[in-house]
């Protein structure tokens, strides 16, 4: 007999949302002949295609079997609560399978799974519409009962499907079929209209299979048609229930339309026994039907149901004379007292025979059933311990309009299973029917509600287009954990979708959304504008806001009609001995409630207070013991009543800023108060709490109210006290074993969320009703307080514990109200910017890791279940697994329990608001779930304090602000000292807490690859270090390279120097100067000291010089010439760059055409000549490895007499050239001068020629490029007679061009030289004065004069015929006669110019001194040569021009002067 009070309350859970493409769930079209359906709309209405019409469970194995797509598919998948830990890998198959039919099928009963262990198999048999049989046969592996595996289904290699169609004249014979059943997985059995069965069985005859239907008629009695006769569809079967046994014949029991039960023979098909279902006079009005019933209609039961109105329980005791129970349900829908009764009789058999039924009793159902419809019933067994006693109970599942409703009642008095004594008095909360309570809080979200929230302004009137507020309000209350089911959400949106203009739609079905929310968020009113107002031009807020909520609305509207279908009940079951309401999309289980939600829901209501006053102390002693005293039980309902006349009066009244009602006002300013941390002692703070928010919103009359309720309690505080000691207590008192090896799955984990979910708000209720019970208590002993003695510290003290407990459950509340959606948010881009931990301890990656990283698949709990929906599941599945209790009351209420001491973040009369360890635990917990803005949201709930500024810190640094992280993680540094840090960091603590804390805080910034604060924090770790203690190499290390990283690098140098090894230093000295070279800080690296350490930086560049790639950045030559020229080096500045242009020179592998080679090449030079220009005259050389330029091979140099340093011809020197300036200055002539025949020898570079000083002057010439050929023959020491003579000619050809025009390449170079590029005149005379300028720079007496010579030469050889009317110019004439005239006129003479010769004979003679004034007796002090001169004269007289006239009579001029001359000197 029962004696223990058991309310229970429904708790629900959405199955998984199929998943999509290419993860989708397997479908399978089973071997048939019969077509099939070839439209999908068959599918989709009436109801949603995911939405099952009937479903079968299976304990054994889990199964749950659901008939979808409105009967065409038939979908199996594992329900179990109870998953194993050691769960090996995927078997091949699917653990969820959809399997399609050619035909509707009918409801599915539980009997219709069958698992078989001699097998091995578990076979699904199932019954189309048009009475077609199939037996499905799956193999089940290494699966056994209660082991937490799972079946996954497979077709390979197996013949898994049979068909058989029953016979149209069987089914003829019994007038249609109504119900069925499995007796195994050979029998079926079909229920006729006619109350006969169809019994079909199966054989298999070697490998053969054949199926047999026969008809069984109830009674063999001739039947004639009376005028009293029933309908034909009186006697059809609606339901069936099975009894076996090893020792008694198989028993199915038919409860048929006409209130029969026949027993039927299973193995036979004979009816055994028929009973007619009678009731006693006290419930006979129960049947009587209604005058608005249909006609046809008498019996009672609903013409269609899916739902099972009997059951067969076995009787527990071997010794009773009765086996089994057997309880019907006699439905009476149109009565007005109540739904049915419930029939209990009691059967026995043996091996022979089955006795006919003795009726127990019945147990008509309540008043709340008026009007319901059953869609389910089970027994539920005694649960008997440590004084404990459950008694046997009966749970109804109701379909009240539309919605689900549940009730149980104790059958003990009708079972009696032991021996029953009627109890002294009758408690209705022990003997009647109770319901069971379930969350309705979303049916009090209406339009009227939204409207209170959301006000028809904007938020921020300074920013009118900023209406976000509308939608994130309606996703708050939409994706509420546990609320709504991603399908029904992702269906209303797609038919919100449809809805829309086609433009937008199209839009949207090409645009992805990381999670739904986000989805709806972009979704829902996208198509509204905002307009402007034609007379203002302002925005048309309250308009468009109106509109965007009506939008919103209708969404709301949608997801409440579809979640109203979700929910609709389709069957019930036990599993693991919690009653379970499977629905259309979901699964919802009765859960024991626990004492705080029966005093917040009793206490609501007078009756139910009352009732529960009522109660023996011996109900509620063991599993409420805090309710066990009467008067502490009423105490408590007479406070959480005048907490609820509290809260309804607040929010009845509207809060005077206008923002919501007046428990708004109260909540939010309390919520602030408690977050920010008290400023002063408690009773203030709560005076003020008191005054601002609802003193001013009661009148008189509601606190003579308050007090009155209040009356109920003899001490006001003691019952606060109390009921703070209830809200405290997470200990359920009978608790079971922990199996090791079983633990909650996605489904278990699911019903638990919701558990704990109901077991906070209710606390959270209470809480919040006793904090304004106590501030109004507070104030109405305002005298007591002042007196400032022992009752007025007890008063503050539990007012100090109460806001306490409601600051906790508060946050508690917090936490359950959030979704998981953050993770898939952060999934797609989630670290990608983090390095991997390169080695390192392994102490620093205590408590840090890097957040569990989980890959994309991970946002799923066992079985598919998406833990995105709520944080608790995350947390549930992937942070603190939970076991599975044995031996238990209530699984879920136990380990809902376990769960919240785990977190345990309020302490037994706690009056700190301070944060303590396990609430930092538990912000670190979401935040290692990779939940950093809910970890960020918690630590907001709280007061400041060093282990909730790290939570800030960590969570910063996972959204990337770092900035504030920085602050933040500063700041938690003082936790170091209390020990606080050290639970979610475990290597923080000692001596070298401090320090270790600042490693875990560097080594956390190098994951996100933060550098600046991963070396401020490294740093602080080295500073930190205690006396006595070196600071490890790894941590200098990634100090200075997170300084190189964030391009500190004054400071990494500065890391250089401090570090305490030499080693390391060298090591940090390359990895400096390669990360500024290669970031292009050559000239922050030419600026730091590099004290002691000049030598090898010069030796690492030159290195890496050598060693690298000219060509490609950086170029350590350059940079080997900076640093030199930045320390006045300049020798060693242009021994480099000279190096470089060697290396250019001897063909470096590169992609660069060879034209840009050769120009790097001459700035090289060309920097090495600036440098050494710099130096000293004698130390302006390079000594460089020996092998000089092919180029140069040739080119002569010169005698060095400038000092050579002894150590440079050492033996272990390799050969080396000495190169001076003089010489690199050739060089870089000769490339200069490569670079500018490029210009017109366009295969110069390509081919690799290879061409000589000599050559290059030559080419320069053939180009016509004279002013370039003399500067190269200049610098290239290059004899230039050649040069002249080519420049001769040119001069010789432009005298004879008759126009210029005709060529004026010949005479391009005037235009381009600065020597007559500004002169006018004949190009002739332009060449000649150019020839003349040419000749006075590079004509001198260091060359002998060759040039003019070589130029008159050519102009002699070119104008031999005197008919060209060729003169020699006037100033080569002067120069040369001035020099040498008798050379001058010997090559006249030679080249055949007699009568120039002539000329100049004459003026050489005329330019001497005359006879008679050279002194006396000194005729021999004037040189004159007679001999040329006679030479002249003979060629005059007897040469080609003898004949010419005008030779002549200049011969006779040279003549006469001779004469003169030498008469002359005869008179001295």
């Not at 608005?292 to 004379?321: L, M, Q």
């Not at 989630?830 to 991970?858: C, H, I, P, T, Y």
């Amino acid at each position: 007999m029962s004696n223990t009070y058991l309310p229970l309350q429904l708790v629900h859970a959405h199955l998984p949302c199929p998943p999509s493409i290419p993860s989708g769930i397997p479908e399978l079209r089973v071997p048939s002949s019969r077509p099939f359906p070839q439209s999908t709309e068959v599918f989709a209405e009436p109801l949603h295609p995911d939405h099952a019409e009937s479903s079968a469970y299976d304990p054994s194995t889990g199964i749950l079997a659901r008939s979808i797509h409105n009967g065409y598919v038939l979908e199996l998948r594992t329900l179990s609560p109870a998953i194993s830990v050691s769960r090996q890998g995927d078997a091949p198959g699917s653990e969820t399978v959809r399997i399609f039919f050619p035909d509707p099928l009918r409801p599915l009963v539980d009997s219709s799974i069958i698992f078989s262990r001699q097998d091995g198999r578990v076979y699904i048999l199932v019954v189309t519409q048009e009475n077609v049989v199939y037996r499905l046969s799956f193999p089940v592996g290494g699966f056994k009962p209660d082991s937490g595996r799972r079946i996954a289904f497979t077709t390979k290699g197996d013949d898994w499907s049979e068909e058989y169609e029953v016979p149209e004249e069987v089914i003829a014979a019994c007038g249609a079929v109504s119900a069925w059943h499995v007796v195994d997985p050979e029998t079926v059995v079909l229920g006729g209209t006619d109350g006969g069965i169809i019994r079909l069985a199966r054989s298999d005859q070697r490998g053969d299979v054949f199926w047999t239907a026969a008809h069984h008629r109830p009674s063999s009695r001739l039947r004639l048609p009376s005028l009293f006769s029933r309908s034909s569809s009186d006697e059809q079967v609606i339901s069936f229930a099975r009894f076996e046994d090893d020792s008694s014949m198989p028993l199915l029991y038919a409860l048929s339309q006409d209130r029969r039960i026949r027993s039927w023979n299973t193995a036979t098909g004979a009816c055994l026994k028929t009973a007619d279902i009678r009731f006693s006079s006290s419930s006979q009005d129960l049947v009587v039907r209604d005058s608005s019933a249909p006609s046809g209609s008498t019996s009672g039961f609903p013409e269609t149901s899916s739902a099972e109105h009997i059951r067969v329980i076995r009787h527990p005791s071997s010794t009773s004379k009765y086996s089994h129970l057997v309880v019907a349900l006699v439905a009476t829908p149109y009565s007005n007292t109540s739904a049915g009764t419930f029939v209990v009789y009691r059967g026995s058999s043996n091996a022979y025979g089955a006795n006919d039924l003795v009726l127990a009793g019945e147990q008509p159902c309540s008043g709340y059933s008026i009007g319901c419809s059953l869609r389910g019933f089970e027994i539920i067994p005694s649960f008997t311990r440590d004084g404990v006693n459950t008694g046997w109970r009966l749970f109804v599942a109701w379909d009240r309009k539309g919605s689900i409703a549940a009730e149980v009642v104790n059958m003990d008095h009708l079972f009696q299973i032991t021996p029953y004594v009627e109890p002294s008095h009758s408690v209705s909360l022990l003997s009647d029917w109770q319901p069971v309570s379930q969350n309705t809080e979303a049916d009090h979200f209406d339009a009227a509600y939204f409207d209170n929230l959301l006000g028809a302004a904007p938020p921020d009137p300074a920013e009118p287009y900023n209406n976000t507020d509308i939608g994130h309000t309606f996703l708050e209350h939409l994706f509420h954990p546990g609320r709504f089911s991603s399908l029904t959400l992702s269906t209303a949106l797609d038919e919100y979708v449809q809805q829309l203009p086609r433009t937008h739609a199209i839009a949207l079905a090409s645009t992805s959304y990381p999670t739904l929310s986000r989805r709806f968020e972009a979704v829902v009113g996208c198509h509204l504008e905002l307009e402007l107002s034609p007379q203002t031009g302002a925005p048309v807020v309250e308009a468009y806001r109106q509109q965007l909520k009506l939008e919103w609305l209708g969404v709301w509207a949608a997801v409440r009609d579809l979640d109203r279908q979700a929910r609709w009940p389709v069957a019930t079951t036990l599993i693991d001995g919690h009653v379970t309401i499977i629905a259309r999309e979901g699964a919802s289980v009765a859960v024991l409630e626990d004492g705080v939600g029966i005093i917040n829901r009793l206490g609501d209501s007078k009756e139910a207070s009352g009732d529960l006053r009522d109660l023996p102390e011996g109900a509620l002693r063991r599993l409420y013991p805090a309710l066990t005293p009467p008067l502490a039980r009423a105490c408590m309902l007479a406070l959480s009543a005048a907490g609820r006349f509290a809260v309804d009066i607040l929010t009845e009244r509207d809060a005077p800023n206008g923002e919501g009602s007046g428990l708004d006002l109260f909540v939010n300013e309390a919520d602030l108060a408690f977050s920010t941390g008290p400023q002063q002692p408690a009773e203030f703070l709560a005076g003020q709490l008191w005054d601002d928010t609802a003193e001013q919103l009661l009148s008189d009359e509601d606190r003579v109210s308050l007090r009155r309720i209040l009356s109920g309690c003899v001490d006001v505080r003691a019952a606060l006290g109390v009921t703070l000691h209830l809200i405290y207590d997470f200990v359920l008192p009978l608790r079971g074993m922990l199996v090791s090896d079983l633990a909650f799955s996605g489904f278990g984990n699911s019903i638990l969320v919701s558990t704990i979910s109901r077991i906070i708000e209710s606390r959270y209720a209470l809480a919040r009703k006793m904090l304004l019970v106590a501030l109004f208590t507070l104030t109405d002993s305002a005298e007591i307080i002042a007196e400032e003695g022992d009752q007025a510290e007890d008063i503050v003290e539990v007012v100090a514990q109460i806001m306490v407990a409601y600051h906790r459950m508060r946050v508690l509340k917090w936490v359950c109200d959030q979704t998981g959606d953050e993770f898939k948010e952060r999934a797609a881009g989630r670290r990608s910017n983090k390095r991997q931990l390169n080695g390192g301890d392994d102490v620093l990656a205590e408590g840090l890791g890097s957040l569990n990283v989980r890959e994309a698949d991970e946002d799923l709990d066992t079985d598919g279940y998406d833990i995105s929906y709520s944080l608790i599941h995350s947390l549930l599945a992937r942070q603190s697994t939970q076991k599975i209790p044995r031996q238990y009351i209530d699984s879920y209420l136990e380990t809902a329990f376990a769960y919240l001491s785990e977190i345990s973040i309020l302490e037994k009369k706690q009056t700190e608001l301070e944060p303590r360890v396990e609430d930092v635990r538990l912000a670190h917990l979401i935040l290692v779930d990779d939940h950093p803005a809910l970890a960020y949201g918690v630590a907001d709930l709280y007061p400041e304090s060093a282990g909730m500024a790290y939570v800030r810190g960590r969570a910063s640094v996972e959204q990337g602000e770092v900035d504030l992280a920085v602050r933040y993680l500063e700041k938690a540094a003082a936790g170091c000292k209390d020990g606080v840090l050290q639970t979610v960091v475990p290597s923080v603590k000692g001596e070298r807490a401090l320090s270790e804390y600042y490693r875990h805080i560097a080594q956390l910034f190098n994951e996100h690859g933060l550098d600046g604060p991963v070396a401020h924090f490294g740093l602080l770790a080295i500073r930190a270090t205690p006396p006595g203690h070196q600071a490890s190499t790894d941590l200098w290390t990634r100090v200075f390279l997170a300084n190189v990283a964030a391009g500190l690098y004054e400071d990494a140098y500065s890391v250089l120097t401090s570090a305490p090894y030499l080693d390391l230093k060298r090591e940090f000295l390359g990895q400096l100067i390669s990360v500024m070279c290669e970031s292009n800080e050559v000239g922050r690296l030419n600026s730091l000291g590099f004290v002691g350490f000049q030598k090898e930086v010069e030796n690492m560049l030159s290195f890496k010089a050598r060693n690298s790639d000219p060509l490609r950045f950086p170029n350590y030559y350059k940079v080997l010439y900076s640093w030199h020229i930045s320390r006045g080096d300049y020798r060693s500045a242009g021994e480099i760059m000279y190096l470089q242009g060697r290396r250019f020179a001897e063909g470096v592998g590169s992609r660069l055409p060879a034209f840009e080679v050769a120009a790097m090449q001459a700035r090289s030079f060309l920097a090495a000549i600036n440098a050494l220009a710099l130096v000293d005259k004698r130390n302006a050389w390079v000594c460089v490895p020996a092998a000089a330029p092919k180029a140069l091979r040739g080119v002569k140099r010169k005698m060095v007499s400038s000092f050579v340093p002894e150590e440079e011809f050492t033996k272990e020197k390799r050969p080396v050239d000495i190169v001076t300036l003089s010489d690199i200055e050739r060089e870089y002539a000769l490339v200069l001068s490569h670079l500018r025949l490029s210009g017109h020898l366009h295969d110069l570079h390509e081919h690799g020629v290879s061409v000589s000083p000599d050559e290059v002057v030559g080419l320069f010439v053939q180009q016509g490029m004279f002013d370039e050929a003399q500067s190269a023959a200049a610098s290239l020491q290059v004899d230039m007679t050649s040069l002249f003579q080519a420049l001769a000619t040119r001069c010789v050809e432009l005298s004879r061009l008759p126009d210029i025009q005709s060529d004026v390449s010949t005479a391009a170079f005037l235009q381009v030289s600065p020597l007559t590029n500004r002169l006018r005149g004949p190009p002739s005379l332009l060449a000649l004065r150019y020839l003349q300028a040419s000749l006075q720079r590079h004509d001198s007496p260091k060359t002998h004069y060759r040039y003019r010579v070589a130029a008159a030469d050519t102009f002699f050889e070119m104008n031999q015929d005197k008919r060209s009317g060729w003169q020699m110019p006037g100033w080569l004439i002067e120069w040369e006669m001035a020099r040498d005239p008798e050379g001058w006129i010997g090559r006249a003479l030679t080249w055949g110019w007699i009568e120039e010769a002539v000329d100049w004979s004459v003026d050489l003679l005329r330019k001497e001194t005359p006879p008679e004034l050279l002194p006396p007796k000194r005729a021999d002090v004037a040189d004159v040569p007679y001999t040329l001169i006679d030479r002249v004269m003979a060629a005059a007289r007897d040469g080609p021009e003898k004949g010419e006239s005008a030779v002549q009579r200049k011969l006779k001029v040279l003549e006469d002067e001779v004469k003169r001359r030498i008469d002359g000197l005869q008179r001295l």
